[in-house]
């Protein structure tokens, strides 16, 4: 009862077959439409409320709402979602495209305007990356 | 004065000599020193005279010696008694062999039944290749004695130092190789048989411990069964054929003598501890190593295997032939395979000394020129590997007491000139293009076309080689994280013995082709190992050993040291792991013995079993075909 | 037959030219086969596999690292294991005795071995024993292959067998399943890689190999193609006759190895010695009866 | 849908009586967990074909000692190490003490250690 | 003990996916002692528990260990409903099971690829990890993760899954199972399988009852033992009964594995057939308060989550005692006497997952 | 010399993580994403590996197993951690016996996101790493 073949039969046919190997980096990665892979802001829409970065789980998100800036690690984050879903704004969204990697833990930093009447506008009306 | 005399009877000089010298070591020292000088002279100047020879009967004795040799046969009875006075009754069998077979063989003598002979002395090729073995590898050993005894009892302090007896009886042993081989009337071999037989029993004996007096009568009767079997023949020969010429048998037609020859063959195999009789040769490791490496490996165990050698031209195509070559093989294989789940040093070489003797025997059972002279290169190489091999074991066991291959590891870290020797006693016995690979080589190339059956013997045997001798090997260059321990201090004379040994196991493959030339062609005829071709890349193997060590000196440079791999938990400074419960741990090695396949118990007595009805088979086939 | 008595009548420089064009071919061929095989293998698991002078950029990039060794002595014996395995190729394929061929390659594995040993590291020691019982299990039917092929063709020597007119595997189909059998164990595949193996999978991390690091490992690499070649050329001594069928079979037997390899797990050394020595002893001195019983 | 949990508050000199009844009516151990509150409380958790059975007993903070089941339920040694380790709880007779070196942390008895403000 | 080999096996070792450590004395290759040494992967999570909300303890127990997180989540998130006496809707449960046994196919999987590597079987291991891909695309279609899902909630269920996407996700599971059946045929024939796992690291009926061996491990030694018997959530809307193999061996492991999944397949299709339309999750409000003993079982067996709340969003006591842990007991059982060769078989064997059990 | 680039022999270990970004590592050697075809081999052994992947926050036990496998990898080498754990530890970082992060023990040369780290990431670290580990040998040749 116990044989060979079996094996043989799958191994030789994959010869003849195509791989199954994507070929990344070749061909680009392929997502889904709820694949997790970054978190991402528009500046414009944010208020600063912190919420997401109360949220937060691991402490990956900061915002400074008197200088105006939002913060977040991503060496820090786990992709769970919990800051998208606080976010009233919608100011936040989760990408397919994930992370790259870097060769330093950096922070990435957007400037965001201060919205509330009362505080004076210090930062450039758009936002930058430094990475 | 003639060489030959020169050589037989010479040794009981320094024997006697010997006998005198109780506790003196100086004395022992340069008695022996100078005696084996004389000795080792003595042989090479027989050889060298007798290039260009090939064989012949040197004298024409008189009935003198020949009354001095029955004379002999009845004091080596008496002693023999005299030894067995201390048995119980039980073992009553032990003096009655001993007085069937001197009854016997004496009682022919005396009553004047023997047939005439005159020709007692021949001498041949064979022979002198046998002298320069046991002059050169004996005397080296003989020498290493005297050092060896004397730590021996440094170390044994309960047990008496009888040394100089013990000295005294390897030159008591020379006489009777000696004599043995160059004998032609084989009631004198008979003779220096039984002496050394005597020998034997001397040296397992003698720390006299019970152990050692056991293992002393049971390699008494094993060997008195081969000295049964020798009278027998004697008494057939004499009987049937009307001749007790060894020549003269061997030259008379195949069926008429076949019988006789067989008891002969019988004997010899059984001195060479072929199954069944193999257990006498492992209780004889009991004995001081000197006696193991001169006796029951290099000399005296090769008193079988020539005797069956001066045999083969009888047994050449015969059946009983045959059979013959399938014990040899038989016991080449199960040697080989015993020795794997041996630890002790000891065992082990005592297990590789009955296969190599199997293999010997092989060779002769065929009967070929080529397989002769393969036969031949086998006994040169291995009475001067395996004699190494054995000292060094000893000078081993007295520096650090224990002869067990597990305690070796890393030995050349810690002994360094001992750990190269070792290493050179063990290439000499299995690697390419050392001599015993050569001589398996000559064996294979030498059986491949007759049949099926013995290629794959030597071949699977020779694997079984292999595998125990690398890991041997193996353990000796290990190099461990402790700090190594100097031993060396204590070897004195030893030396000249270890590297004398070494030095001819290295140079014996450089001129194995000479000796060839010089001495085995003229006698067998030309053979393809002797060609240029095989010796030039034999020579290229050995440069090219000595090459690496060369690149250690060149390159030295750009190496980083680290600790070995622990799965990621060395303790760095004691070369040790942290184990489980959090303790730092040593880890450790042992060797594989394989116990579920290679163990004594398992292979022993299908080996007896099969090797007997293999003896009886064939002496039932000859008896009802004569 | 008579005793083949060296006669000295070949050519020195043709044996000579025959070395040469060895040392430097052999790692070539050998580095392309094991780069072959290595996509072969991919494809056989559905992925796509390195190039096919992966071998080659493993092994210049293994001799540009750094050297690390566990002890002064231990790279030496690796060493060794090359220059070893190189002359047993030399005398093959200079056509010298094929016994002393296979022998060299004995003493180069001893000398593996003794490397492993030598490094003083406890998987690197269990592989040292484990190759033993795999040089156990296939050196008996290398042997006999050279006992063999010397009673068709009556010449141990390589140079004067390949001269033979008839084909050996005619007379020795046994023997030569057996080798074939036999040669999974000295191309260390699956299901024989006891020692050690390609793959890092193993329970001995990479047994034998273990310490080897940098270029005493490219060492090894190197000897392992010389190693493949010396067995492959082996193989094709059985079909020397006719050399295109000859060279058509190696490749045919190097793929029936890359597909067992593909398809086994790894026995135990149990099962290895067992099945290997009854292959020997059924296939291979079966055959040889065979052979002795008809030309009767 | 829930299953019923039973929970019976034992002493831990009754514990070896009551456990050994249970081996040999081929309750399975299922584990052994300790909680800290304002005393340390240890539940021992059984089943039989589905069925929850649970021992507690409860222990002082600190110096407290338990008898061994591991006489009964060999199993119980990973556990009961477990509870020296990460609780200060002294197990007497455990068949395999790993003597505080089980998880081999640094710190002393996280797990019961005086609460912050 | 001189006279034994002495070798650390592990925490590094090519074999093990996770760091444990034996000290493995032999003789020859026979295993004589075993003596584990555990707490490489041990961070304390229990204790996060002080930390973060029992809300985010979720998210803190699928990471306990990557291969079955979600039924992590599902084991604390029904002890958490249970001592609230939260009522999640009936699809929520249904996809909690969905994706359960999901997680069972591709754990199982990837167990078949590192037992047949554990034993040198490298292409088999290549082969069943193809396969568990397409499982991986399935959960990241639905999901947006490969290994760690974030999928349950207390109360229910983060995602939903239209009725199209369920549909096309049934077609390719059963173009998955076609492709499992290749290589499941494998694991049940092949040769050097049969070699390498039958008669190796045997349990027996007897012990693996006393060492409280769970899981698949428990099974194979021929007792009908499965949490899932217990009917938790959508459970008690389907049929199966164990598997259960009679030679205790590791072959008998690989074959219960091999046969669950075929019961995952089946269990999948019963879900998609009995699910309902409706909401995917309820409101939580307020604060835990009680304990409860939660029982799930994963694809390695019985995992227990103990939960202690305290009326604050802080718990009491957070505890996992999970399959791996009580299948250690047994694991040094069947060490004893084995080969060298048969180590790495027999520890994948139990399929251990050292993360959630030092947690 | 090129060749780094072209036959990188990555060691894995798993220092404290969850197995999710274990598995992600063995993934990324399987059929789909075929690492292989980059001249990587998984191989077990530090002493033949160029490029050291480690998962997990790195518990107090794993400190020295971490350093002890790093020491016993020849130069040049180059270190990758993969996954939020090795990077940062995240949440894990708060737990009692972590340290959160591997670049507390060893020199990190690579950071690879996520959790779990997809297979894409730890292809593009490694790619970077190679990059690190050509800069290495260079600035030691110098
Ligand atoms: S959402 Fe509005 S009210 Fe709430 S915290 Fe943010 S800014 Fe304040
Ligand atoms: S996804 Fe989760 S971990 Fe990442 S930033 Fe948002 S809340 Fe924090
Ligand atoms: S990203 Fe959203 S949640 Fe975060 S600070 Fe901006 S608006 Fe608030
Ligand atoms: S190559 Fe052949 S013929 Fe020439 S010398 Fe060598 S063995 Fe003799
Ligand atoms: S066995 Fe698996 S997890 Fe372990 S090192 Fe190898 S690939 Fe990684
Ligand atoms: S059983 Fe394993 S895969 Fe499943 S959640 Fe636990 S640790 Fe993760
Ligand atoms: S048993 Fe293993 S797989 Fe399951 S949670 Fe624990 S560690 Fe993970
Ligand atoms: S990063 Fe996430 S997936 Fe990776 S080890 Fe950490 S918790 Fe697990």
Redesign the pocket.
Known sequence: MSDILTMCKIVLSSLRKKTACQMYPVKPAKFYKNSRGH?ALEPAKCILCTL?AK????G??EVDRTKGVWQ?NRF?????????HSCRPVALSMENQYAAPSANKDIETHNVEIKKPAAKPVAPGESAENS | MDWVTFLILFPLIPAVLLLFTKKNYEAQKWIVLISSILIIIGSIGLAVEQIGHTGGFRYISSHFTNNLVMLGDVIVALVFLYICRSLPLKKYWIPLMVVIQYGLVLYYDFAGKMPEMNRYIFLDNLAVIMALVIGIVGCLIAVYTVGYMKKYHEHHHEIPDRSHLFIATVFLFFFAMYGLVFSNSITWIYFFWEITTLCSFIMISYSKTEEAMNNAFRAVWMLLIGGLAFAMGIIYAANVCNTIDLQLLLASKKSLVLVPILFLCFAGMNKAAQYPFGGWLLGAMVAPTPSSALLHSSTMVKAGVYLVLRCSPILQDTDAGAIIALIGGLSFLAGSALAISQRNAKKVLAYSTIANLGLIILCAGIGTPFTLSAALLLIIFHAVAKALMFISVGSVDNATGSQDIEDMYGLCYNMHRMGIIMIIGISGMFLAPFGMLISKMAVIQALALRNPIFPPIVIFGGSLMLFFWTKWMGYLIAITDKKPVEYHKDIGIEWIGLWGLAGLTIISVVFYPYIGKLWIVPMYGECPLFSEGVQLTILLMLVMMILPPLTIVARRRNVVFTKPYLAGVNVEEKGEYLGSLGASRSWSFRNYYIEKYFSEKKLLNATILSSLILWILMFVMENVMS | MDINVCNGECNVMSVIIAVIIFLILAPLVGGLISGADRIITARMQSRVGPPVLQPFYDVLKLFGKQNLVVNKYHGDYVLCFLIFTILSGCIFFGGGNLLLAIFALIVANVFIVLAAYCSNSPYALIGADRELLQMLSAEPMLLLTAVALFQVTGSFNVSEIIKTNRMPFIYLPGVFIALTYILTIKLRKSPFDLSTSHHGHQELVKGLTTEFAGPSLAYFEIAHWYETVFMLGLVYLFFANVPILGVLVVIGVYFIEILIDNVNARFKWELMLKSAWLATLILGVGNLFLLYILSF | MFEQQEIINITKEELLSRVTPLFKDEYRLVQICCTRLDKLIVDYTFDKDYKFLGLRIELPLEGSELPSITDVYFAAFAYENELHDLFGIKVIGNKIDFGGKFYRINEKTPFNKKQEA | MANRTIIPFGPQHPVLPEPIHLDLVLEDEKVVEAIPNVGFVHRGLELLCQKKSFQDMVLVAERICGICSLIHGVGFVQGIEKVMNLEVPERALFLRVFWGELSRIHSHILWLGLAADAIGFESLFMHSWRVREMVLDIFEETTGGRVIFDAVKVGGVRKDISKETFTRIMKQLDKVEEEYKQIAEVFIKDFTIIHRWSNVGVLSKENAAKLGAVGPTLRASGIKSDTRMLKYGAYEKIDFEPIVEHTCDCYARSLVRVKEVYQSFDIIRQCYNKISEGEIETKVTGFPTGEFFSRVEQPRGEVIYYVKGNGTKFLDRFRVRTPTFANIPPLLQMLAGCDLADVPAIIISIDPCISCTER | MGFFKKSPWVLHYDGSSCNGCDIEVLAALMPKYDIERFGIINTGNPKHADVFLITGSVNSQNIDVIKNLYEQMGEPKVVVAVGACACTG?FFAECYNTLGGIDKVIPVDVYAPGCAARPEVIIDAVVKGLAVLEEKKKNKQK
């Open positions: 978190i997401c949220r937060c789980p691991t990956a998100i977040i820090k984050c786990i992709l769970c979602n919990e800051c998208v | 995240h």
